[in-house]
């Protein structure tokens, strides 16, 4: 048997068991611990192609395999014996505070408000996003440069602000990036934008929600890194040019742009579905809208996928 075959079983039946555990419940990921992880594929990468025999790489994948499963376990349980310093509020008091409309969506275990005020000199703004689990979307406009307002689980968020002539860059990141994604423990992120400036957004996801609806901003460049991500961007035509550069694995993309656009797209995919209806390809992995040239409005699209599913759809 060649050892390609037991080493690629190998790997998939271990990521098939962690998931098994998380959909029990009998474990619950720290997934951007998880994710911190990613240098372990060079490791194994390494191991299949070093030239020694067969067993000997089978016993090293193992050891790889086996000392990652136990950072992962000890995050866990150090999650768990945070988790039991807080007083939580349990299902049934929701449901005997709350009318029968009550579903996962009005659980508000902490709430975390702030808002950012806007400058008259704000013409550019990058705003900068740690999304690493829960559901984010941006969809509503504000007269303030953001608002952002989060219920759900303990993690809480900071912000900073650094303003230059008239360019500012708002870095949002998770203070504690131990997050549960069990069923009680969700976290919910709502992010109003201010619609006067030049937007360039950063958005680094973990196992995330994304829904961003930007019809009514000026975006000029979005720049999305993420894996294990349902990922939804809706652009608009406010801005003449727009960048989006996508690099990420395990995902479900949907950009969605307006079909007097012009769009170019280049691609690269490993393991992964394509949906680019109204597209002509001009190269290998390279792909256009057929009244680029004349449109108005342009998007430019660089994404790099593996095992994701990748679908743009023209509005």
């Excluded at 619609?195 to 829904?211: M, R, Y």
Aim: charged residues 25%.
């Amino acid at each position: 048997m060649k050892f390609r075959n037991i080493f690629w079983g190998v790997i998939l039946i271990f990521a098939g068991v962690l998931f098994i555990l998380q959909n029990l419940g009998l474990v619950h990921f720290n997934w951007m611990a998880m994710w911190r992880l990613w240098p372990v594929i060079l490791v194994l990468w390494g191991v299949s192609i070093i030239p020694v025999k067969d067993w000997i790489k089978i016993i090293l994948v193992l050891l790889v395999l086996g000392g990652s499963l136990t950072f992962m376990l000890n995050k866990t349980v150090a999650w768990d014996n945070n988790k039991h310093n807080t007083e939580w509020f349990d299902d049934e008091f929701f449901e005997e505070n709350f009318d029968e409309d009550f579903d996962d969506t009005n659980r508000s275990y902490s709430t975390q408000t702030f808002n950012i005020p806007m400058e008259d000199s704000s013409k550019y703004v990058n705003l900068k996003l740690e999304a690493a689990a829960g559901k984010f979307t941006v969809f509503e406009k504000t007269d303030n440069l953001v608002n952002f307002n989060r219920k759900g689980n303990s993690s809480q968020y900071s912000y900073l602000l650094k303003s230059i002539d008239s360019s500012s860059v708002i870095d949002i990141e998770m203070e504690n990036a131990s997050v549960s994604l069990g069923k009680n423990h969700t976290n919910s992120v709502n992010i109003a934008l201010n619609n006067f400036p030049i937007w360039a957004i950063d958005l680094e996801t973990g196992a995330a929600d994304v829904d961003f609806d930007l019809k009514q901003f000026k975006v000029n460049v979005i720049n999305i890194e993420g894996g294990a991500a349902s990922i939804k961007v809706i652009l608009g035509d406010k801005y003449d040019e727009t960048h989006v550069n996508v690099d990420a694995g395990a995902s479900e993309i949907v950009i969605k742009i307006p079909e007097e656009s012009g769009c170019k797209l280049d691609l690269e995919s490993v393991f992964s579905s394509k949906k680019i209806k109204g597209f002509e390809k001009t190269d290998h992995g390279k792909y256009r809208t057929a009244n680029f040239d004349e449109a108005v409005n342009k998007v430019y699209i660089d994404a790099e996928a593996a095992v994701s599913s990748f679908t743009i759809i023209r509005y």
